[in-house]
């Protein structure tokens, strides 16, 4: 390929606000580490590295490479940088750590069981009083084994069933992580509930990352919104080892171009106004440690990333990819060779597998195995004074810190305690007048605002450059306008992720609930948002079923708002007029996690809205659509008041069992169809005296929260055995409701016809699909028609 010659001008940076630093550039500032901390730290991850053998060679399982090749910069931060509390692992205004780089996890767990071991040893009255607050050196005996384990020493020592990658089932972990990059913006949310609720004084928080982790495009995402909100308490601690699954030369480096991105990490973080230090060698800890003290003291109020060049799968014995999902297999040469380096330091050896085959054998070896590192612990006695003494200062530092709420703080809890919140009392300033004409989305935009300023602002939303046209900017009405900047807007309850990105948002916003103070709100297109933040909802369900059997915390609630959702977003076409993103969603994650909410009327917002938030789900998703409704009078129509929502469904009409002939049941779910139904096929329907029971699906979930016996009560399986349905989403989300062949024939949907709709008005849309008012009337008289044959 021939190609023109030209002279190549280097484009430069424009203004930076964060600085760039190469610790080789300040040998003596921080001030050099001393030689008996780097001794005895070394001797510490020569222990950490071989669990780290161990565990994968008991598992035959894991990510030992990144897990080792991480193993100094961890270390360090846990032992020299962080102010934390090891006897309280919920302690509030402690500085956290999140393994965003959640396949670190066999890392994670070998770290946190060597610290708990050195304290153990020289202070256990640091530790924990309650077990399951630590993580034990026995709980190994759990690494990557199911909570039904059976074998002897499990049960004994009851340890912990640890997963593949880490939940908050592990202490001092808020965030389950390892999805593609949804822990770096998970991360990045709990730095920001920290800034919310402790201003100047916030607690730091330490992410944990490769640069193979961000490669994903929501880590590009969540790190502008890093840089442009300010978030000054974040420390990004990247192990740049250059090896992924499948390439070893992920970044370019020097004049070599990378296999999958053609930048290094510092120029990543440069180029997004982060602090950036760079440490040449990742296994010095001299300069990893004094790296992290410069970090800490603050460079500039910009976020900061330490990226650390390592080689991942250092001195195991296996190097680069072949390390990251792989390791020695059980009992191999190789692994004995990769602790042999212990047992020559350390003078001891351990046990060698004799033809143990019983899962009762191995599970005795893995545990005489992990003995011989506590022999050790407790033998080479340095290594545990020094570890012991450097987490008994951390305390006495987070002490002096005294860090406290600042003033003004939003107060989440008035949500669950202000009796005048009452689903079943639409406040004064949020009735509507029937006939007036709004919109879904602006009465939820107004619900939440009122929430906030109830609750001084424990509500910060963002959306996909959508604020105004979701009307979720109606939630920060009673808030300084503007996004969210820490240093010169940290009261306004907007924030920005990077532009149009649902991706990062929701992750953000999950961190952000996670934290515990704030609930935080995402807003796009129900066409791309259901999609686009499913994983970081999910995720986020994990996370907060983990921490409600950790400590019995309720679980803390996330709002994803499915906005323009359906069809009445026509004139956009059928790229964004999506009715198929409630099936993502409805009834898909485990009872009580999430909650969908599909109201048709305005007024039913504030009651649905306000019973999802008391129920606490994990996920509350609201489908909301665009255009301006006229306010029905719901008397005239004879239809229950709008608090009759919360029950998830409730009847419009319910047939007499003494008028004679009975002609079946309507079940209604969308705001689409159900307007149309009230004001055409209703009056009709009473005119032509049909007898019939008619129910609206408000919330498929806050149904299934009822006890049994009113739910039954609302709508008799009977009912659902021989009803057609109605709805403006897919016949997948009918199908709980409508439970005959004959009612399935009956029903019509988004699809009925086939084919995804052109563009228009939303009149037009419906229609040509075959849901307007008299295409749902025509469909009703062939049932009737058909059950009286």
């Not at 029937?434 to 959306?463: H, M, Q, V, W």
Request: charged share 25%; with cysteine.
């Amino acid at each position: 390929m021939s190609t023109v010659k030209i002279e190549n001008k280097k484009l430069e940076f424009g203004v930076r606000r964060g600085v760039y630093i190469d610790i080789t550039d300040f040998p003596d500032r921080p001030e050099p580490v001393s030689e008996n901390t780097i001794n005895c730290l070394n001797d510490f991850d020569l222990w950490y590295r071989t669990l780290c053998a161990i565990l994968y060679n008991f598992a035959s399982s894991g990510h030992p490479g990144g897990s080792i090749s991480s193993g100094h910069m961890v270390a360090a931060a846990l032992i020299e940088t962080m102010d934390y509390n090891i006897g309280d692992p919920d302690q509030p205004d402690a500085d956290l750590i999140s393994y965003a780089a959640g396949h670190k996890a066999l890392g994670l767990y070998a770290m946190w069981a060597s610290r708990n071991e050195m304290v153990r040893i020289k202070r256990a009255d640091l530790l924990p009083g309650d077990i399951s607050k630590q993580m034990r050196l026995e709980d190994m005996l759990g690494f990557r084994r199911n909570p039904i384990q059976d074998t002897p020493l499990f049960k004994k020592f009851k340890a912990k069933p640890l997963d593949g990658h880490p939940t908050p089932l592990t202490p001092f972990l808020k965030l389950a992580t390892g999805a593609s990059g949804v822990g770096v913006p998970s991360s990045i949310g709990l730095a920001l509930g920290a800034l919310d609720r402790y201003g100047k004084d916030a607690p730091k928080v330490h992410i944990i990352e490769g640069e193979g982790g961000m490669t994903p495009g929501r880590v590009s995402e969540a790190v502008a919104a890093a840089s442009a909100g300010q978030y000054g308490n974040i420390i990004m601690h990247i192990d740049w080892n250059q090896a992924s699954i499948d390439s070893n030369r992920v970044c370019r480096e020097g004049d070599k171009p990378g296999e999958y991105v053609q930048w290094n990490p510092m120029e990543f973080f440069y180029l997004h106004d982060w602090n950036v230090i760079r440490v040449p060698d990742g296994f010095d800890f001299d300069m990893v440690i004094r790296a992290q003290k410069m970090a800490k003291a603050g460079l500039s109020d910009q976020p900061t990333a330490i990226v650390y060049r390592t080689i991942k799968g250092w001195k195991y014995g296996i190097e680069g990819k072949d390390s990251h999902g792989a390791g020695h297999k059980f009992a191999s040469e190789g692994y004995y060779q990769a602790i042999k380096e212990f047992e020559n330091r350390f003078n001891v050896e351990f046990p060698r597998h004799k033809q143990e085959k019983t899962p009762e054998e191995q599970e005795q070896l893995y545990y005489d195995t992990l003995m011989v590192l506590r022999k050790v612990a407790e033998s080479e006695e340095h290594i545990a004074d020094y570890v012991a003494g450097k987490i008994a200062e951390s305390k006495d530092n987070l002490e002096k810190l005294n860090r406290k709420p600042r003033e003004n703080c939003p107060d989440l809890n008035i949500i669950y305690t202000d009796s005048s919140l009452d689903p079943k009392v639409i406040p004064d300033e949020l009735k509507l007048e029937p006939g007036t004409a709004t919109t879904l989305r602006g009465e939820l935009g107004k619900s939440l605002g009122y929430l906030n300023k109830k609750t001084d602002g424990a509500f910060i939303a963002g959306a996909a450059d959508l604020l105004g046209s979701t009307s979720v900017n109606l939630l920060g009405k009673n808030f300084p306008e503007g996004y969210y900047d820490y240093v010169s807007n940290p009261d306004s309850r907007l924030i920005s992720a990077g532009g149009i990105c649902e991706d990062a948002l929701g992750a953000i916003m999950t961190g952000l609930s996670s934290y515990g103070y704030n609930i935080g709100v995402t807003a796009s297109y129900a066409a791309f948002i259901a999609a686009l933040e499913h994983i970081a909802a999910r995720i986020h369900c994990i996370s907060q079923q983990a921490r409600h059997e950790f400590n019995g915390d309720p679980f803390k609630t996330f709002i994803m708002i499915c906005g323009h959702a359906g069809l009445k977003t026509g004139e956009d076409g059928p790229t964004h007029a999506d009715p198929q993103a409630l099936q993502l969603l409805q009834e898909n994650f485990p009872a009580g996690k999430a909650i969908t909410l599909t109201p048709w009327d305005p007024q039913e917002l504030w009651p649905l809205v306000m019973e999802g938030l008391k129920k606490r789900p994990a996920v509350l998703a609201p489908f909301v659509t665009r255009p301006n409704e006229t306010v029905i009078d719901r008397e005239k129509y004879k239809l229950p008041p709008a608090t009759a929502a919360v029950d998830g469904v409730y009847q419009f009409r319910k047939a007499d069992p003494k008028a004679g002939k009975y002609h079946g049941s309507i079940i209604l779910q969308g705001s689409a169809v159900t307007n149309d139904f009230v004001t055409y096929v209703l009056p009709r329907l009473d005119e032509s005296g049909f007898n019939m029971n008619i129910y609206y699906v408000s919330s498929a979930e806050l149904f299934s929260m009822l006890p049994e016996q009113k739910q039954n009560e609302i709508l008799p399986e009977k009912i659902m055995g021989e009803a057609m349905g109605i709805t403006g989403f897919t016949m997948p989300t009918m199908y709980r409701w409508i439970t005959s062949g004959s009612g399935r024939k009956y029903t019509i949907n988004s699809f009925v016809r086939g084919i995804y709709p052109g563009s228009g008005k939303a009149e037009v849309v419906m229609k040509e699909v075959g849901l307007n008012g008299s295409a749902q009337w025509d469909s009703i008289q062939r049932y009737i028609a058909a059950r009286g044959k």
